[in-house]
Structures are given as structure tokens and as C-alpha cells.
């Protein structure tokens, strides 16, 4: 089954503590996503990437680190955890090769930072 | 990226085809317009997707206005299922910089 597969589901950590959110798409996808999203905000983009080795700031990336080694992973990072990123994640996949691909999207991961 | 404008909540009757606006009068000729909804705080989900002609899919139709600055999400015979925020973006073919998703409709289908 075509899927974008983010884990933890749910994650709570205490300020400072490094954590990484794993995303994995295997629907051999070019672009992968990070956004958040918080209430009557919307979600925002982190982080984009379009192939491997290719990544690119989105619209709030402070506080985030992202790495794309691998086509089908794109690892969200955050170095130093604050609460400001107590947030629902999602990660997301598309094709660039096909053109106007719509964008999958994972299950989401909900932060809570103390 | 041309930015969209949709009423923050509609109702809808059970069985009812559900019309759910979107204004995008700023957008370009190579941008698409694209529908999503999100189900409590599940992922997005995709819905249908266009340029200049009408779509339908077994989801949805998708009427986009002959000047393109506004379209029409139609879901032909709403479900309680179809409760859901109901987001239209509209983005450039293959860009990177994908949009940042708006506020969206709260789309409330009622028994």
C-alpha cells in the first residue's frame, strides 16, 4: 500500500532533550515535506526537499534540522527542543516526475515539549 | 503563489450536495487549484485537483470559474464522514516551495 509513515505517533520530551521524528514515503517520491501545525495557524512548511542531498527552507524552519540521505527517508530533527514546538507534525511526499502530483500526507506526530 | 480565500465554516444536510467555496483571484496560468480535507487531526487528505477544465472523481467534482479566480468544491451527497476542514490551495506545477495551507472551511454535514 502507497504510504507516508511517520514515527512516534505521540512524543513527549522535556526541553533541550534532542529528539527525531522518522518519515519514510514508499512511493519512490522526488519531494518530502515538514510541516506543523498549530491552532488557528494552519499548517506551515518546515522543511522541503526535492530529491536527495536537496533540501530547502519553508516557511518557520528555526528550531529544525532535516536530512535527506536517502530518497524514501526524510528525518525531522530538533537539536534542542522548547516547549514553542509542542505542535502536530506532518510529513508529506510527492512526485515531481509525473507533474501536477497531489501531495501525501502521514499520520502526523503530536509533540509535547515541558 | 496566489493566496485563497474560503468561509471559515459551513453546514451541510445529510444526503445534500455540499458547495464549498474558494476565491483565488490572484492566481497565475501555470498554477493548479487542489483540494484537501483533514478529518479531525488526521493527515490531509487529497481530494481532486485541476487548471482550466471541470474534474470529477469519485470523490468530488472540481468547477473552476472560465476566468479561473474561483472554483467550487462539490461533494454531490454529503455523509456525516464528510464532516471534515476542506482546504484549497493552489500551486505552481513541480514547485518546491509547496504552499503553506490556509484556514480552510470547517465543513459540518448535520443528520
Known amino acids: 500500500e502507497a504510504q507516508v509513515t511517520q514515527n512516534p505517533r505521540y512524543l513527549i520530551t522535556v526541553t533541550g532533550k534532542k529528539l527525531t521524528v522518522t518519515c519514510s514515503q514508499n512511493m519512490n517520491h522526488e519531494y518530502m515535506s515538514w510541516y506543523r501545525q498549530d491552532p488557528g495557524l494552519g499548517l506551515r512548511q518546515i522543511y522541503y526537499?526535492?530529491?536527495?542531498?536537496?533540501?530547502d527552507k519553508g516557511d518557520v524552519p528555526e528550531g529544525y534540522k532535516v536530512s535527506r540521505k536517502e530518497k524514501r527517508n526524510f528525518p525531522l530533527i530538533l537539536e534542542s527542543p522548547s516547549p514553542n514546538q509542542t505542535s502536530l507534525y506532518f510529513c508529506a511526499s510527492s512526485s515531481l516526475i509525473t507533474g501536477n502530483s497531489p501531495l501525501h500526507f502521514g499520520n502526523g506526530t503530536r509533540l509535547t515539549v515541558t | 503563489d496566489a493566496k485563497t480565500t474560503q468561509p471559515p465554516s459551513m453546514d451541510c444536510a445529510e444526503g445534500r450536495a455540499a458547495n464549498l467555496p474558494c476565491n483565488h483571484s490572484?492566481?497565475?496560468?501555470?498554477?493548479?487549484v487542489y483540494w484537501y480535507r483533514q478529518i479531525h487531526s488526521q493527515g490531509p487528505q487529497y481530494i481532486i485537483h485541476?487548471?482550466?477544465n471541470n474534474e470529477t472523481n469519485e470523490m468530488a467534482s472540481l468547477i473552476i470559474t472560465e476566468d479561473r479566480k474561483s472554483s467550487t468544491l462539490i461533494l454531490p451527497h454529503a455523509t456525516l464522514r464528510d464532516t471534515a476542514v476542506y482546504y484549497c490551495i493552489v500551486r505552481v506545477r513541480n514547485a518546491g516551495n509547496m504552499l503553506t495551507f490556509g484556514g480552510g472551511t470547517r465543513l459540518m454535514v448535520k443528520p
Open positions: 485541476g487548471l482550466k
Open positions: 526537499s526535492m530529491n536527495v542531498e536537496v533540501t
Open positions: 490572484t492566481i497565475s496560468g501555470n498554477e493548479y
